[in-house]
T-cell receptor
Framework: DTGVSQNPRHKITKRGQNVTFRCDPI?????LYWYRQTLGQGPEFLTY????????KSRLLSDRFSAERPKGSFSTLEIQRTEQGDSAMYLC?????????????FGSGTRLTVV | AQSVTQLDSQVPVFEEAPVELRCNYS??????LFWYVQYPNQGLQLLLK??????LVKGINGFEAEFNKSQTSFHLRKPSVHISDTAEYFC????FGGGADGLTFGKGTHLIIQP
C-alpha cells in the first residue's frame, strides 16, 4: 500500500466552474476525512466518512460542496460554482478506527487556485 | 468542543541547538494527542502520538513529546536540530474513541533552522 493518494496535485480553475478532487485512502482504513488548509493555518475539518456513510459535515461545508465515498473505498469532493475564497489546499486523511494504531495518514493534498 | 493552542507561530533556532515547540489543548474529556510535520507543498506526516501510558513519547527523526495532564500540554522537543527539520509543525487532538470531526489542529509553528 502506497499510502493515501490524492489527485490532482494542483488545480487552477476559473471562478464559477465546478471542480472534483479524488482521494484513495489506505485500503484497510474504514474512516476517511476531508480537511481544508488555507495559508498560514492548520487544517480545518470539512467532512468525515465511516465506510460509505457520511457521518459528519462541518459548517464550513456550504451547499456548493458535496462529498461521496461509494462502496467505502475512494472518495470524491466536488465544489460547484467555485469562488476565490475556495482557494486552498484540500487534504484527505484516513484512519482505522480512531487512529489508535497508526494515527491518521494524510495525502499530499490538492492545491486549488480559483482565478 | 476541544481546541489546540500553539503559542509560537515561528521559532528560529541555530543548527544543532535544542528546540521546544509548545502546545496546549482544551477539552472536557480525555483526548489523544498528535504532532504532525508538514514540508512545503506536501501533506502532513505523523511525528508521534500519545494515547495512554508513559507520558514521554518518542517519535521519528529524533523528536519526543511529553504529555502533562495537569497543565494540558503536549510540548514537542528535539535535543539537536538539523537544517532538514525546517518545516511547519502542527499539534492536534482527537477525542478518546475518535471524535466525529477527527483531528482538531493548532495553527502551526514554523520551525526555522539557522546555519
Amino acid at each position: 500500500d502506497t499510502g493515501v493518494s490524492q489527485n490532482p496535485r494542483h488545480k487552477i480553475t476559473k471562478r464559477g466552474q465546478n471542480v472534483t478532487f479524488r482521494c484513495d485512502p489506505i485500503s484497510e482504513h474504514n474512516r476517511l476525512y476531508w480537511y481544508r488548509q488555507t495559508l498560514g493555518q492548520g487544517p480545518e475539518f470539512l467532512t468525515y466518512f465511516q465506510n460509505e456513510a457520511q457521518l459528519e459535515k462541518s459548517r464550513l461545508l456550504s451547499d456548493r460542496f458535496s462529498a461521496e465515498r461509494p462502496k467505502g473505498s475512494f472518495s470524491t469532493l466536488e465544489i460547484q460554482r467555485t469562488e476565490q475564497g475556495d482557494s486552498a489546499m484540500y487534504l484527505c486523511a484516513s484512519s482505522q478506527g480512531a487512529g489508535e494504531r497508526d494515527g491518521y495518514t494524510f495525502g499530499s493534498g490538492t492545491r486549488l487556485t480559483v482565478v | 468542543a476541544q481546541s489546540v493552542t500553539q503559542l509560537d507561530s515561528q521559532v528560529p533556532v541555530f543548527e544543532e541547538a535544542p528546540v521546544e515547540l509548545r502546545c496546549n489543548y482544551s477539552s472536557s474529556v480525555s483526548v489523544y494527542l498528535f504532532w504532525y510535520v508538514q514540508y512545503p507543498n506536501q501533506g502532513l506526516q505523523l511525528l508521534l502520538k500519545y494515547l495512554s501510558g508513559s507520558t514521554l513519547v518518542k517519535g521519528i527523526n529524533g523528536f519526543e513529546a511529553e504529555f502533562n495532564k495537569s497543565q494540558t500540554s503536549f510540548h514537542l522537543r528535539k535535543p539537536s536540530v538539523h537544517i532538514s527539520d525546517t518545516a511547519e509543525y502542527f499539534c492536534a487532538v482527537t477525542l478518546f474513541g475518535g471524535g466525529a470531526d477527527g483531528l482538531t489542529f493548532g495553527k502551526g509553528t514554523h520551525l526555522i533552522i539557522q546555519p
